[in-house]
């Protein structure tokens, strides 16, 4: 597995407000798109495109259009929501599918409670969306189902990683096979006892939409 962070001043601006405990819902909600936007351009940066030919009106112009068959966007649920407008702003051509998936606060185990993804998605280039990397748990079954169920090669996008995660994701894909990146906007110092990001911005599913 590749991994970036992306260094950016604009990318740790935003993040340094979206941790601070005292940045209400709306606000919460509007940078975590305003950086997905910002990740965005990194994630795609091997998205697939066809040439193409387009009169100017002065002269032929040689281009690129995003190729077929589109490229699947899946946010993991709920979290992972408060991610999909900004990533399709710039792939308007996406389709997107839904994992909803639960992490249980007591084993840390990750359980997927629901599964809508386009019929046939073999051959696809995929972009996951979670805020938050912590155990790696839920990231790494979100990954193997979308590779049991054919998808060619997998960006996932997370604002906020732990190390740990990042060296589990790497223990389990690490071997070859397919290929798979993350792009994140922060690689943070640990998790604490509870299986939270240190220093993190706290529960991202409840900053979004309130307490569950
Ligand atoms: O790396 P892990 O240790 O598996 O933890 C990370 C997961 O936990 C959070 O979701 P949560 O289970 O809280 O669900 P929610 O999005 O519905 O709040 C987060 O959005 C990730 O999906
Ligand atoms: O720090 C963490 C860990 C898991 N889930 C979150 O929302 N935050
Ligand atoms: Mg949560």
């Known amino acids: 597995m590749k991994t970036l962070v992306v260094d ?11 941790r601070d405990a005292r940045t209400d819902s ?3 909600r509007r ?3 305003e950086l997905v936007t910002l990740l965005a351009y990194e994630a795609t940066r091997d998205v ?32 992972g929501l408060g991610m999909l407008e900004g990533m399709t702003r710039l792939l308007p051509t996406a389709e997107v599918g839904f994992l ?10 990750a359980e997927t409670y629901a599964t809508r993804l386009p019929e046939d998605i073999s ?5 996951v969306l979670d805020p938050m990397l912590a155990t790696g748990g839920t990231l790494a079954a979100a990954v193997s189902l979308l590779f049991d169920r054919g998808t060619e090669d997998i960006t996932a996008l997370c604002l ?25 906007a922060a690689l943070d110092e640990r998790l604490n006892e509870a299986g939270y990001i240190v220093p993190g911005l706290g529960d991202a599913g409840d900053r979004l939409y309130g307490v569950a």
């Open 48 to 79: 697939r495109v066809t040439e193409v030919t387009v009169e100017t009106p002065v002269a032929e112009a040689h281009g690129v259009r995003l190729a077929r068959p589109a490229p699947l966007v899946v946010p993991i649920l709920r979290a």
């Open 31 to 33: 940078l975590t798109d």
């Open 100 to 109: 909803g998936m639960i992490r249980d606060e007591g084993t840390l185990k």
């Open 8 to 18: 950016h001043p604009l990318v740790a601006h935003k993040l340094t407000a979206l």
């Open 123 to 127: 051959g696809r280039q995929c972009y």
């Open 160 to 184: 906020v990683s732990s190390p740990e995660g990042v060296a589990h994701m790497e223990r389990v894909f690490g071997g070859g096979g397919r290929p798979l990146r993350l792009v994140t």
């Open 26 to 28: 709306q606000t919460f």
